[in-house]
């Protein structure tokens, strides 16, 4: 029932790309439970973020690159009730731990369904699909991880300190988001699908996401500042570095030649940034919790 091409549109791998919004809501947790930290990543990046990417992958039937899948083969029916099969997964696995987590699993699997369905196809709509797929990719996310990760309810929506982060998440990813959508112009054309990417253009995308990402940096900057402290800063704008050189080598390159605007180049911008974003949370959560000293005191 679930052939090959089933399971590669799932692009379990590609799932890494969002890593950093997991490592952040850790980075920020204060009652872990080890148990817990498993079952929200395995349920959000082997089955939720799968799920998602394979639903999309079913009504879109593109023909050339997508995110994480090169030359994508066809689909069949059967991509559509492994999506389903997955999403139910997810959800079983946060009601394990929680019924508010149950909840906002559902809620995301909703949302990522509404985005590529036909019926209401949030796609087709620049801002509002820019600004939906940011805010439950990023801020939605974030305090869905946190509420899995310490065993908190919905009571955590109203605690700055998950609501700040969650917001910065959501910056940082509307600020990268139209650049995931750069080489596929042609194809969401075809389809009707009126995305923020295709109405900027190719040099548009990059100003806007230039601008939009230093809007982030600078205000994980003064979170790190004012709530954190001042050397997580100096060490988030270090981490930012190589981003910000790729970029800059890839606008040269695509301002010389717009084909250079393609799916390979994406795809390493993509890789850098969650490398390196999850490099520094990786690093601020070991460093804060202070992981080290407890292992050295042993």
């Known amino acids: 029932m679930f052939k090959k091409s089933s399971w590669l549109h799932l692009r379990i791998p590609f799932s890494f790309f969002l890593l950093p919004v997991f490592l952040f809501a850790l980075s920020i947790s204060p009652n872990i439970k080890e148990s ?79 985005y590529s369905h036909p019926s209401i196809r949030l796609k087709k709509y620049p801002l509002l699909s820019w600004f939906i797929a940011g805010l439950f990719q990023g801020a939605f996310t974030l305090v869905m991880a946190y509420m899995g990760l310490n065993g908190f309810g919905f009571n955590v929506f109203l605690l700055p300190q998950v609501v700040i982060p969650a917001i910065l998440s959501s910056l940082i990813l509307w600020g990268s988001y139209p650049m995931t959508q750069i080489y596929q112009h042609e194809e969401d054309a075809k389809r009707g699908d009126n995305t923020l990417s295709l109405k900027l253009g190719i040099k548009g995308t ?21 709530y954190q402290q001042i050397k997580y800063a100096w060490i988030f704008v270090g981490s930012m570095f190589p981003v910000v050189m790729y970029f800059a080598f890839w606008y040269l390159r695509v301002h010389q030649d717009s084909a250079k605007a393609d799916y390979k180049h994406t ?32």
């Open 206 to 226: 990059f100003y806007f996401t230039a601008a939009a990402f230093s809007v982030a940096v600078a205000a994980f900057v003064f979170y790190f500042m004012e």
């Open 36 to 114: 817990n930290l498993l079952i929200v990543f395995l349920s959000l990046h082997f089955f939720l973020y799968p799920a998602s990417n394979g639903y999309n992958s079913y009504f879109d039937k593109d023909e050339k690159s997508i995110g994480g899948l090169k030359n994508p083969p066809k689909v069949s029916k059967g991509l559509y009730y492994l999506a389903l099969v997955f999403d139910i997964i997810a959800i079983l696995l946060g009601l394990y731990i929680s019924w508010p987590l149950a909840i906002m699993l559902f809620v995301y699997g909703l949302v990522s369904k509404a």
């Open 267 to 298: 795809m390493w911008l993509n890789m850098i940034s969650a490398i390196c974003l999850s490099a520094f949370f990786i690093y601020f959560f070991i460093d804060r919790t202070q992981i080290l000293q407890a292992i050295k005191g042993f």
